[in-house]
């Protein structure tokens, strides 16, 4: 901008007596004379005007900014433990120490005063006003402009107080929801309540609706003026087959706002010599030296027309030639065609840009993880120990017992193990491994141990393993394994530890690539430490959002403990009244139950196009599935079933249909099983079921034949005990020690997670009508047609539609719940339109036309 070249009078005067020199000395008098005429505000300029007091002033702003932020986000979660502490008579020193909000007691002085007193979350905005302002004088820049921020920003204060005010008194929270309301719009709407009674939210409404036309200079809404006619008296001529290029966006202040639809150049004819020509931004002709309104977000008023921008990625890109807008003087040429071109991720991007991503764990923003302070810290005493004179001895006695049946070997080496020693040995040239591993009573005689184990050959090694039991055990606590770095460090899924090796390494797996287990073992082995050893493992890595359990327990008391955290980890059927099933009946309703939510995610994997949980989710954390269609999140679900040969004897076929086929189809929708029996035999563990579970682990077994029938290999009726097991997984055979976790760590853990927020309810899963529960052998005196659901004929529309008679898809199309679905297939079934129940399977669709269908409601009238 060109300078202003007036001088001030005290300019003029300062120039004179540049011009004539710097006066040194001088007498007091003149001096004296010089003070009063200086302008009193002359130190506030120069301060004003000094850079580094700017910047100082800038930073203050912008920290005092974001302590506001942090002060009212901390007030939101400790201010009713701050309240009685504001109060106090006490010292600050004292009351300081008691304070839980982030910024101390002053951040709860001022977030009490802005938001308890005056705003509540409305407040919120003030923040960003006082950042703003020290951008502003840091770096001279607005990032958004200051002045219409600060309207905004004090208007929403007051109106949100209002709005929320308005909420709050409507339902009677105001003991637990005023901190989101703020005195000043709980006592406003008092008032206006008195005045205009509930009505008064029309008031409030009209007061946001006023704001928005002053603010955006709104004169016209577009909904009234699409349908008038252009009128001939106006001062412009409409343009002649040339509809706007603009797409998604308003071309100025006062333009009808553009559709979500591309247009394109519909025709190439040349105007008319006396029609204006008229660019893409505005309807209005414009001179080549006019700038092109455009409308700005913050600013009523058009802003100059800036260089054409290319449209980033997941936009409409458009590209227009230079010199759109002609006079009415100048020659018109036919206008460029315009070229859309449409990239992919039209919508994901600006969705993920505005949002992010999709966080579930905002379901419960304030769960805290349980602390490895809740187990128990055993002593170092309790480590194995094998002196070097019980090494010795063993291995002299193994060489002796081998030297008998001329058996020579080359070398040994041993490894001790927090249960067992492993003794590796190298034998001589000639000497086959049948030879040794037919001796393993012998051994196990000279030995005087039991437990002895022969693995020959090592697997990918060159040596026999025999495996002798230490003397001393040592006790592998849930702690330690807790505490490990591998297990803190395990980026799975669904990570696990099952124990320590022989080789003392911890062994963390995952249970989503397992990806189901069947447990063995005889009674008192350690079966049930290790549920709760498995149970312990997730709950220490998972987020109630993201994994869900259902527990079933014939026995009744293994599991309970773990009935305190229902509403964060627990799924059952909707209308039970324990998440932990006992009843045989209930069993069978919940493996059926999780088949159909298998066959569900299976459709929600379909519609999105992928193939496993795992993609599904990563898909709908980005926003690239919409939740109106029936999308969600989906948490992995472990079922895990405590004693599976009380199933099999009372309910058999029952159960082992629904077990096979999740143990078949599950693993990709994240369903996983944990199958556990104290008598691992044929009619228990049958060929259906052991065929779908790759992963086993077995503990100490009664004979050979039962570890057969686990592992397909001897060896578990040779364990220990007490924690002593064999993890078969992809062909191999790894001896572990289970680590211990007592009852009263459990009820630590579970206490832990139930005293924190959760769910309203478990997590629901879908309704299933057995023989017994009343939904698919309902007597038709139970059915009255007279009193016909609301949604009776929209259904039998969707169902004949999509002849599909589920009750899952009544559900997710009509948004409704689990037992008004039920209802509504019942009512559905008495009418004739679907066929009986079926199972899991889908009930048959009776009417197959639209037609019949209308006949028949028409006739149900």
């Known amino acids: 901008m060109a ?5 001030t009078p005290r300019q003029n005067t300062r120039r004179s007596e540049n011009a004539e020199g710097p006066r040194r000395g001088g007498s007091k008098r003149d001096k004296a004379t010089d003070v009063p005429n200086r302008n009193w505000t002359l130190p506030f300029d120069r301060v004003r005007s000094d850079g580094r007091t700017n910047l100082a002033a800038g930073v203050l702003l912008m920290l005092l900014g974001v302590g506001l932020v942090v002060a009212f986000v901390s007030y939101l979660f400790s201010g009713p433990a701050d309240q009685s502490l504001l109060g106090s008579d006490e010292s600050i020193k004292e009351v300081g120490k008691d304070v839980q909000n982030r910024v101390g007691l002053l951040g709860a002085h001022v977030a009490h005063v802005f938001m308890f007193r005056w705003f509540g979350i409305g407040a919120l905005g003030i923040p960003l006003v006082v950042f703003l302002a020290g951008f ?5 820049r607005e990032p958004l402009p200051l002045a219409r921020t600060t309207q905004v920003v004090l208007f929403l204060a007051v109106w949100l107080s209002l709005l929320l005010g308005y909420v709050v008194m409507a339902t009677g929270t105001v003991s637990t929801a005023s901190v989101w309301c703020g005195g000043l719009g709980y006592e406003l709407n008092r008032l206006l309540y008195g005045l205009l009674g509930f009505g008064s939210i029309v008031l409030i409404g009209f007061l946001g609706f006023v704001f928005v036309l002053y603010f955006f200079n709104i004169t016209s809404l577009p909904i009234f003026n699409r349908s008038q006619p252009v009128d001939e008296a106006d001062d412009y001529v409409a343009p002649r087959s040339r509809p706007s290029t603009t797409y998604g966006h308003e071309t100025d202040g006062y333009d009808e706002p553009a559709t979500a639809e591309p247009r394109y150049a519909a025709s190439q004819e040349e105007p008319l010599a006396d029609e204006p020509v008229y660019t893409a931004a505005a309807e209005f002709p414009l001179a080549d030296d006019q700038p092109t309104p455009a409308l700005d977000l913050l600013s009523p008023y058009p802003t100059p027309k800036q260089p054409p921008v290319s449209a980033g990625a997941g936009n409409l890109v458009l590209t227009v030639a230079e010199g759109l807008a002609l006079s009415e003087a100048e020659p018109a040429e036919a206008p460029p065609v315009v070229t859309p071109t449409f990239e992919p991720d039209m919508f994901t991007g600006d969705l993920v840009a505005q ?6 764990t905002l ?3 304030n769960y805290q993880y349980p602390t490895v302070d809740l187990l128990t810290n055993y002593p170092e005493n309790s480590k194995a120990q094998v002196s070097a004179d019980e090494l010795e001895a063993n291995k002299d006695r193994i060489v002796d017992t081998l030297a008998k049946f001329n058996i020579g070997i ?6 001790i193990g927090p249960t067992v020693t492993l003794y590796e040995i190298v034998p001589a040239d000639g000497v086959r491994i049948s030879k040794i591993k037919s001796l393993e009573d012998d051994i196990a005689l000279n030995l005087a141990a039991l437990g002895i184990r022969i693995i020959a050959p090592m697997p990918g090694k060159g040596t026999i393993g025999i495996e ?8 592998v606590s849930m702690r330690s394994m807790m505490n490990s770095e591998k297990f803190q460090k395990a980026s799975m899924d669904l990570p696990v530890v099952l124990g320590k090796t022989i080789s003392n390494e911890i062994l963390v797996v995952d249970l989503a690539k397992m990806p189901h287990l069947l447990m063995a073992g005889a009674t008192g082995q350690g079966k049930s430490v290790g549920l709760n ?3 312990t493992s997730l709950l220490y890595k998972k987020h109630p959002a993201q994994l869900k359990f259902v527990l079933v327990d014939p026995k009744k008391v293994e599991l309970t403990l773990f009935n305190k955290i229902e509403r964060h980890f627990l799924a059952k059927l909707p209308d039970a009244e324990e998440a932990i099933i006992t009843d045989t009946k209930k069993v069978v309703n919940t493996l059926n139950s999780l088949c159909i939510e298998m066959d569900n995610r299976y459709d929600l994997l379909k519609d999105a196009e992928v193939r496993n949980i795992k993609e599904y989710n990563t898909k709908f954390t980005h926003r690239r599935l919409n939740p109106e269609k029936g999308h969600r999140y989906l948490p992995y679900i472990v079922l895990i079933i405590d004693e599976l040969a009380d199933l099999m004897m009372t309910a058999g076929k029952e159960v082992e249909q629904p077990i096979a086929r999740l143990a078949q189809l599950a693993r990709a929708i994240g369903i996983h099983l944990v199958v556990a029996t104290q008598r691992p035999s044929v009619n228990v563990i049958t060929g259906l079921i052991k065929a779908n579970f790759p992963a086993r682990l077995s503990f100490k077994v009664t004979s050979k034949i039962d570890s057969r029938t686990i592992l397909d290999a001897g060896g578990a009726e040779q ?4 924690g002593d097991m064999l993890l078969s997984s992809n062909s191999d055979i790894i001896r572990l020690q289970c680590p211990f976790v007592d009852t009263n760590e459990i009820e630590e853990i579970c206490g832990f997670v139930g005293g924190q927020r959760g769910y309203d309810d478990a997590y629901p899963l879908p309704e299933f009508y057995g023989e017994d529960s009343g939904g698919s052998t309902t007597d038709d005196k139970d059915v009255d047609l007279a009193n016909r659901d609301a949604m009776f004929d929209e259904a039998a529309r969707l169902i004949v539609t999509h002849q599909q008679g589920s009750t899952s898809l009544i559900q997710r199309r009509l948004k409704l719940g689990y037992n008004r679905a039920g209802r509504l297939i019942d009512q559905l079934e008495k009418a004739g339109i679907v066929g009986p129940f079926e199972g899991s399977k889908a009930r048959d669709v009776l009417v197959h036309d639209m037609v019949h269908l209308e006949e028949m409601l028409k006739n149900l009238g």
């Open 136 to 140: 502003k004088l840091t770096s001279g």
């Open 719 to 722: 364990l220990v005990g007490m």
């Open 468 to 475: 002798v039991p230490n003397k001393n055990r040592e006790m």
């Open 363 to 365: 379901d419960l923003p």
């Open 410 to 415: 080359q070398r040994i080496h041993a490894t």
């Open 3 to 7: 300078q202003s070249t007036t001088a």
């Open 355 to 360: 949002h992010g991503l999709y966080d579930p």
């Open 533 to 535: 050893v498995l149970l």
